[in-house]
């Protein structure tokens, strides 16, 4: 049976969506099943619509289907990724997490393994924050935390050892895409262990 | 001149609505103008009239002024006080917050003194990490982060150095009362010195 | 093969000390192979011996191996207990992990299961922040880090999702003792399945 | 009457040695009374010296006072100044932050306007994490915390808001200067503010 793998994106202009594609991407190529997943807008449709970059993402990924909770039951492991603000995610996958109590006090979120991955536009600018900050949350819920460390030698490149951050506005380059790929493969052979599955491939 | 503060709570049953009056009592007692004021509710109509208690309260509170950015403008403190979701606070807060990127660049939300409160439904339910959390996004304002510590004895008894931490469904007794009393006039205080205000009476 | 833990504490007084022979024991009741430890002491032996309880306490546990580097690489999981400093590790625990950056880079440290316990005098005396700080560092090395959550229904009793908290001074009872063995062997479980090893029973 | 400043670093190849003498330049351009001061050594003297680059900044700094107790009671604000050790404060600061519970016990510690800078081998190296730790331990002794957030403009370039960054090996150009001397200038100003004095400049 395959490890299933929801890789979960809140983007307002585009980096985090396509932070996601690439981490599905590699995922896939591990031979898990992958959802690549959004979450719901919760800002005002007047306020999306009033900044063309924010409107354009908007509709683009009309067709990437909603987050739900069947599917933070069905997977094995998630794999969130979304901008910093303020050193904090973003409201929109906040409003998300608010909706799980029904889940969480079932048990139905216990023993999944979780990464994350984030951006922000300065080079320090939080993103250490946002994603430690996720990760206590999904503690609440019994999660297995899988953060990269340096477990691949291009993390001394580029840095975040609790889960890659980009810098918006930088192009994705080889390196970017290879430590994003081994912390989704990485996520994926943590969470088929946890699950007690065996992987198609090698990760 | 005044010391101005703004005491904004988010509640969804009523103990922060509680914690938020206590508080800004005591600081009207310093003779700091307080204005205590909501941060508005983002969760669907439907979902908050599907719960009773959820109900009521939003009906309780419904002519307390919802906090406005002109509100973050206006003072020079903010005591912020939300419950726990996860160890992080709530998504209408989040979501405020995440309203106020203009505030921010314009540099309006620097130099404020800021303290927080929360409340959990178990001893050590993320209370913690919630109050480090915002504080951490205040950070980025540039504020003055004014966490009580053990300024007062009473906080050896209630606990948490980093903001008044209530557990759900117990009862604020004579010792909560105080310690959320002097956090509220010791963030007076602070937030008087920084914006160089004398202050009416002795914190 | 038997899944290996190496359970490691640092204790002033005894009370952590207490808290990780219970840990012990309900890991070994697992089948694992189990390593009491201690962190060696920093603090000048004139201040040990200046303190009544701190020097007794040292001479009680003078017979429990000192951690090196070498249960390290043994070890599939490490279980740390430690008290709170200010929300964050006694410097003793903090010296033994600043040793570890030989075995760190050699990637040696990835891919152990982790988790903590801690002790405060105060009932949120940092001892959320104190674990989050831990499990922090514990990321850099590529560990998965295993928080209980609420996936034991005592928890909700006891509280932290993060990992068993003891408040100072009140007694190790039957709820005390069923969470920190319940977070003790969800340990043992995941170090088995990260490590591919087969549980000896049901944990 | 002055301002009085305690910059007390701990730096094991001169890179937070170097940043503390920038920040404590900056500190006295503003009229502020200032002590640099370094953290005792804690690591056996055969590890020191075992390493050429660590013995030649043991000894290069050895007239610089150690920080006593008596400066923490002086001073009226402190900037720490410390590397990255896997997330979190190295232990040689740690050793001495555990040493103060006397201080702390009589309240002396509290109402200290302080701040904190790092430095660390990769970008996202734990630089964020490092600082909030200390501030988390600081909020313990009822200090205010003094952020830097984006208050200067420089702060967009060098990226962290919650304390100077340096990624070690990299030269401290002006923009870096520019940013260590602004947060240092700010924490002088508002220590003076919280302490209640004059300024004999402006910051």
């Given at each position: 049976m395959m490890t299933k793998l929801a890789v979960i994106f809140y983007s307002t202009y585009g980096t985090n969506h396509e932070i996601a594609e690439i981490a599905a991407e590699a995922a896939r190529g591990t031979g898990a099943e992958v959802r690549l997943l959004r979450v719901a807008e919760t800002a005002p449709q007047a306020v999306v619509d009033g900044q063309e970059a924010w409107k354009a993402q908007a509709e683009k990924t009309r067709d990437i289907p909603e987050v739900s909770h069947a599917d933070m039951e069905w997977a094995d492991g998630y794999l969130f990724v979304a901008p910093t603000r303020y050193g904090s995610a973003p409201s929109q996958l906040r409003a998300f997490i608010d909706t799980l109590g029904g889940l969480w006090s079932d048990g139905k979120l216990a023993n999944k393994a979780v990464s994350a991955m984030t951006s922000a536009s300065?080079?320090?600018?939080g993103q250490e924050a946002t994603i430690l900050g996720l990760y206590t949350s999904f503690m609440h819920w019994g999660a297995v935390v899988v953060a990269p460390g340096?477990?691949?030698?291009a993390i001394f490149q580029t840095g975040n050892p609790y889960g890659y951050s980009h810098t918006a506005g930088t192009p994705f380059d080889e390196t970017a895409r290879g430590v994003i790929g081994h912390q989704a493969k990485r996520l994926v052979e943590m969470a088929g262990k946890v699950a007690g599955k065996e992987l198609a491939t090698a990760a």
């Amino acid at each position: 049976m395959m490890t299933k793998l929801a890789v979960i994106f809140y983007s307002t202009y585009g980096t985090n969506h396509e932070i996601a594609e690439i981490a599905a991407e590699a995922a896939r190529g591990t031979g898990a099943e992958v959802r690549l997943l959004r979450v719901a807008e919760t800002a005002p449709q007047a306020v999306v619509d009033g900044q063309e970059a924010w409107k354009a993402q908007a509709e683009k990924t009309r067709d990437i289907p909603e987050v739900s909770h069947a599917d933070m039951e069905w997977a094995d492991g998630y794999l969130f990724v979304a901008p910093t603000r303020y050193g904090s995610a973003p409201s929109q996958l906040r409003a998300f997490i608010d909706t799980l109590g029904g889940l969480w006090s079932d048990g139905k979120l216990a023993n999944k393994a979780v990464s994350a991955m984030t951006s922000a536009s300065t080079a320090h600018g939080g993103q250490e924050a946002t994603i430690l900050g996720l990760y206590t949350s999904f503690m609440h819920w019994g999660a297995v935390v899988v953060a990269p460390g340096y477990t691949d030698p291009a993390i001394f490149q580029t840095g975040n050892p609790y889960g890659y951050s980009h810098t918006a506005g930088t192009p994705f380059d080889e390196t970017a895409r290879g430590v994003i790929g081994h912390q989704a493969k990485r996520l994926v052979e943590m969470a088929g262990k946890v699950a007690g599955k065996e992987l198609a491939t090698a990760a």
